[in-house]
């Protein structure tokens, strides 16, 4: 958000987490393909807004997808007209996008798999250890 949108949304009980995928955003969701309309409320995709919400005058959205995976999503909305030229930067900001998600899942993934290995072989070094002990100890017997 570029701007204090928070504050002067009016909706009950609003969250940054969409449970529902619904209107026109949700309808890039669902079909993985951008929109771009300067006319939301004729759009036969556009469900509206909910009360309190802030007026939609002008959409754009892209999808963020990598090797065929959503995995996010760049919406603006109420620029004083967006065109083609808009659409292919969001385009090419939303590829950037994605690969950087991406990259944080694979970082996030490696992480575990590390520490489930470290545990693992921390176990084995533990049990050893143990082991030589027991066996040093009747060497000494």
């Known amino acids: 958000m ?7 949304c ?4 609003k969250s940054v987490i969409f449970e529902k995928f619904g209107g026109m955003w949700g309808w890039v969701l ?19 807004t909910p009360k309190g919400h802030i007026d939609i005058e ?12 959503l995995v996010g999503i760049i919406s ?3 620029a004083d007209k967006y065109d ?3 659409l292919e930067i969001v385009k090419r900001l939303s590829s950037l996008y994605a690969i950087a998600i991406n990259r944080k899942h694979s970082d996030e993934t490696i992480k575990k798999s590390e520490e489930k290995y470290r545990n693992i072989v921390e176990k084995f070094l533990k049990i050893s250890n143990e082991i030589l002990i027991e ?3 009747k060497r000494l017997i």
């Open 2 to 8: 570029t701007r204090n949108i928070w504050t002067e």
């Open 84 to 86: 083609k030229k808009d």
């Open 135 to 137: 066996i040093s100890k």
């Open 10 to 13: 009016h909706v009950k009980d």
């Open 76 to 78: 603006l909305a109420n």
């Open 30 to 48: 669902n079909n993985k393909k951008s929109l771009l309309t300067n006319q939301p409320q004729t759009d036969t995709r556009s469900t509206g």
């Open 58 to 69: 002008t959409f754009l959205a892209v999808p963020a997808i990598v090797n065929n995976k």
